[in-house]
T-cell receptor, first 116, second 116 residues
């Protein structure tokens, strides 16, 4: 049973470029959330996708956009990269939308993005 | 707005001893969930334990227990019989319940080092 997978594992970009990160949820999961974790900080919620729609969004600018495909996999796109976008980007998946009880999200290993 | 505070940047413990990692939270929600995650150097967030705001019993999962004091708004993690493999970052997180949303709000984390 495959867990959450993310690609690529590492990425180096320069300021102003665009980047696409990919996530495949755990088998059987249909909801995907993305988080940004800057060095020395806890993860910050970017957005959540369910049924191919963005359902909830954190305090991130429109440069951050996403997509969910019919097979539940997801992409995170960041345009006009800034130095401050350097971080670990984590994807998390779960089954269903309701957030109740101990049924929690499973996280992938993340993509480490460095913007020069 | 929800907020998680972890005041211990780093903790040291000897193998086989118990350690308590502190977490306090702030929320105006009546229904919420509290989580602890472990993040090894590989980056993946590993779910450890969950406590619902209406749960009367403190949660336990193997060597992990959550000391939930609702009136004090604290949710400390207790790790018994520490092992070398417990060395990692530990994050406390909160989720608003019963809304259909999956946003987790994380603290800044505590780095635990277990020595032989």
């Amino acid at each position: 049973d495959a867990g959450v997978t993310q690609s690529p594992t590492h990425l180096i970009k320069t300021r102003g470029q665009q980047v696409t990160l990919r996530c495949s949820p755990k088998s059987g999961h249909d909801t995907v959330s993305w988080y940004q974790q800057a060095l020395g900080q806890g993860p910050q919620f970017i957005f959540q996708y369910y049924e191919e729609e963005e359902r909830q969004r954190g305090n991130f600018p429109d440069r951050f956009s996403g997509h969910q495909f019919p097979n539940y996999s997801s992409e995170l796109n960041v345009n006009a990269l800034l130095l401050g976008d350097s971080a670990l980007y984590l994807c998390a998946s779960r089954l269903g939308l309701a957030g109740e009880g101990g049924e929690t999200q499973y996280f992938g290993p993340g993509t480490r993005l460095l913007v020069l | 707005a929800q907020k998680i505070t972890q005041t211990q940047p780093g903790m040291f413990v000897q193998e086989k001893e118990a350690v308590t990692l502190d977490c306090t939270y702030d929320t105006s929600d009546q229904s919420y969930g509290l989580f602890w995650y472990k993040q090894p150097s590989s980056g993946e967030m590993i779910f450890l334990i969950y406590q619902g705001s209406y749960d009367e019993q403190n949660a336990t999962e193997g060597r992990y227990s959550l000391n939930f004091q609702k009136a004090r708004k604290s949710a400390n993690l207790v790790i018994s019989a520490s092992q070398l493999g417990d060395s990692a970052m530990y994050f406390c997180a909160m989720r608003e319940e019963n809304t259909g949303f999956q946003k987790l709000v994380f603290g800044t984390g505590t780095r635990l080092l277990v020595s032989p």
